[in-house]
């Protein structure tokens, strides 16, 4: 899978701007708070329908402009396709080979794209809610229905925290509608959590030779997945799973009454790593929590491109200088794999010398970009 061109209009500080692209590495050069890292988040909306920096979609969009747009074509299983997505106060609308995707599940998938930041490096040992972001973020890429699934809980969750809190909420039709909400909920929540189990079972297969191999065998990598509903681990069974929630909801209704919140889902779910049988998130050093990071992101590239067929795209922000010698190497490693690669950095000087033989380079200054090497 390969970007071709990119073009976007009124995107952050980019008030129109059209590129072309190398299928082997991309370099852009330049000065931070020039726009490089919105260009690389650019690439990674258009491919999945969201931004890896804000949750606010009018952050995208340029001051005082109704709309912004990004447009790009890509090579995918021998054909050219064009992407457009045009993001506004309404919503996102989203185009691929120029019919418009009635929902954004429909669209997401088409491109798949890994993107590794230097934030990324606190994947393990940062809040659940980023590894929960990262669970969703990848699963909707290789099982779009995923998307769908996942809004439809969010908007029950909100519907029965709502009645939770409601004062009303004692009412015996109060009651009925916490029913309907919870079975409803249940119903979501096995979907979502019998595909995260299947993804971190995959995960793993992926993760834990590559920890061995920049560990040098040293260090055994296993990732599990910490559900708030104990009874679900490792057991993909949605009757299962259904039975195991029901039980738990009933268990809980009291409390969730008098807290006025869903204490028990997906979106309080968690992950742990481990290191030769250490919790690394608690015990580790910072090297092996930055080792599980990187192994995690390569072991996403080889998942993706075992699911959908082909390598996605890999988007590098400034994370080169973030990383030792040893897990750079590894790093770099990936592009020998014909994945094509997109590089921001401040200087070239700490660039792989045989990576930047085979870079187009492009240099950015407040928001201009000019091709300076081919």
């Known amino acids: 899978m390969k970007l071709e061109s990119i073009e976007l209009a009124q995107y952050r500080n980019y008030d129109s701007l059209q590129l072309s692209f190398s299928d082997s590495v991309n370099v852009f050069l330049g000065e931070n708070a020039q726009g490089k890292t919105n260009l690389l988040e650019a690439i990674y909306v258009l491919a999945i329908a969201k931004s890896p920096r804000t949750?606010?979609?009018?952050?995208?969009?340029?001051?005082?402009?109704?709309?912004?747009?990004?447009?790009?074509?890509?090579?995918?299983?021998?054909?050219?396709?064009?992407?457009e997505l045009t993001i506004s106060s309404k919503g996102k609308k989203a185009k691929a080979n120029h019919l418009e995707k009635r929902r954004l599940s429909d669209y997401v998938g088409l491109c798949n794209a890994v993107m590794f930041a230097p934030e990324d490096l606190n994947l393990v040992k940062g809040s659940p809610s980023v590894r929960r972001r990262f669970i969703d973020m990848e699963i909707g890429q290789i099982a779009p229905v995923y998307i769908h699934s996942l809004g439809e809980y969010q908007k029950v969750l909100q519907q029965r925290n709502a009645l939770l809190r409601g004062s009303s909420r004692h009412s015996g039709g109060s009651d009925t509608l916490l029913d309907i909400l919870t079975e409803k909920l249940i119903a979501l929540a096995s979907e979502i959590i019998s595909r995260r189990l299947v993804f971190v079972r995959k995960l793993n297969e992926w993760a834990a030779p590559i920890q061995q191999e920049i560990s040098n065998g040293r260090e055994q990598l296993s990732i599990i997945y910490q559900s708030s509903v104990p009874d679900v681990l490792d057991n993909a069974d949605s009757s299962?799973?259904?039975?195991?929630?029901?039980?738990?909801?009933?268990?809980?209704?009291?409390?969730?009454?008098?807290?006025?919140?869903?204490?028990?889902?997906?979106?309080?779910?968690?992950?742990?790593?481990?290191?030769?049988?250490?919790?690394?998130?608690?015990?580790?050093?910072?090297?092996?929590?930055?080792?599980?990071?990187?192994?995690?992101?390569?072991?996403?590239?080889?998942?993706?491109?075992?699911?959908?067929?082909?390598?996605?795209?890999?988007?590098?922000?400034?994370?080169?200088?973030?990383?030792?010698?040893?897990?750079?190497?590894?790093?770099?490693?990936?592009?020998?794999?014909?994945?094509?690669?997109?590089?921001?950095?401040?200087?070239?000087?700490?660039?792989?010398?045989?990576?930047?033989?085979?870079?187009?380079?492009?240099?950015?200054?407040?928001?201009?970009?000019?091709?300076?090497?081919?």
């Open 240 to 374: 299962k799973i259904v039975k195991a929630y029901q039980e738990s909801y009933e268990r809980l209704k009291q409390r969730e009454l008098d807290r006025g919140t869903t204490l028990i889902g997906p979106h309080r779910d968690d992950l742990n790593f481990f290191v030769n049988d250490k919790d690394v998130q608690a015990f580790g050093s910072q090297g092996q929590q930055r080792t599980a990071a990187l192994s995690v992101k390569l072991a996403e590239i080889e998942l993706i491109k075992h699911e959908v067929g082909e390598y996605p795209i890999l988007l590098l922000d400034d994370v080169l200088s973030e990383l030792d010698d040893i897990r750079k190497t590894h790093l770099l490693g990936v592009f020998k794999q014909k994945v094509q690669t997109f590089v921001t950095t401040t200087s070239v000087d700490g660039l792989d010398r045989s990576l930047l033989d085979r870079a187009t380079l492009f240099q950015i200054h407040q928001g201009e970009v000019e091709c300076v090497k081919q």
């Open 55 to 83: 949750s606010h979609d009018k952050d995208l969009i340029q001051w005082d402009r109704e709309y912004g747009k990004i447009k790009g074509r890509i090579a995918k299983h021998g054909q050219s396709i064009p992407l």
